[in-house]
């Protein structure tokens, strides 16, 4: 049994004020970042095999020099590539699995030395339950000896016929929590298709996605849903997608105490400082908006 709590990603150069984690989280330009990233998580997501604009630049080398920066026993799962989720829509006469399995021969590095986590396959938000036909042909010729994860984005998968799919090839399905406006909370629910399990935290700002801190007690309530995924899969893999100034780490580090993990002096303190930063802001904020009776809840918390 085995839950790994992390981020996704862990490249953001800018300062936080626009959203990256330079200075809050590294300590400079110098720093090596998934080096010093490393030191507080055992597991990330690395979504920019998503975008073609980086995807086209990496080869197998790229990934052999993640795996040299990482330390042992460390995971990276991947989303897979754009072109095969968006492009070609998982259609195989496009050939979404030509495209995949190059893929795969890119990212045989991590495999061959076991770091690799799970492949997420994120539809796109149009992709609807409609399409069917087309993720039951995609998974039926996905090659094997993977953890595939497939994260729903339309309300329209709120049926059982998906996850008796699902089951039926042993893919995960990707739990998320995400902004009410999505109207996934289905997803949500505790869902076991698969012999691992995925969790991704996006958020709950449907106005500035990603940008946004989760208060203890919007976590409290995944602690026994993971606790029960750890018994019916021997690997539950979860990331805090809410990336923006470096909430994500703060939130990671917050729920892995949750889960009951004595958090070492180094973890504690940076989530400390990241949380003191917000805290700060969050009071003048407050400062600011006293007696003001029409302003949002959700400024509060998301204010940068």
Known sequence: MSVLIGCSGWSYPDSVEKGGWMKIFYPNTRTKKLQFYSQFFNTVEMDSTFYEKFYKFMTKETFVSISKASPPNFQLSLKVPESITHEKSLDVNKGAINTLEEFLEKISPLKVINKLGALIVQLPPSFTVGELRNIEGFLDRLPRGYDYAVEFRHPSWNTEGPWELLKHYNIAAVMTDSPPADKLQFLSEVITTANHSFIRWHGRNAEHRYNYLYPKQELIPWVDKVKKLSLETPVVRGYFNNH??????????????????????????????????????QLVLDNIYTGNDEIDGDVHVNAN
Request: hydrophobic share 35%; aromatic share 10%.
């Open 244 to 281: 923006y100034g470096a909430k994500a780490i703060v939130n990671s580090l917050e729920f892995r105490e949750l889960l009951g993990e004595t958090l070492s002096d180094i973890d504690r303190k940076i989530k400390e400082k990241i949380g003191d930063f917000y805290r700060s802001k």
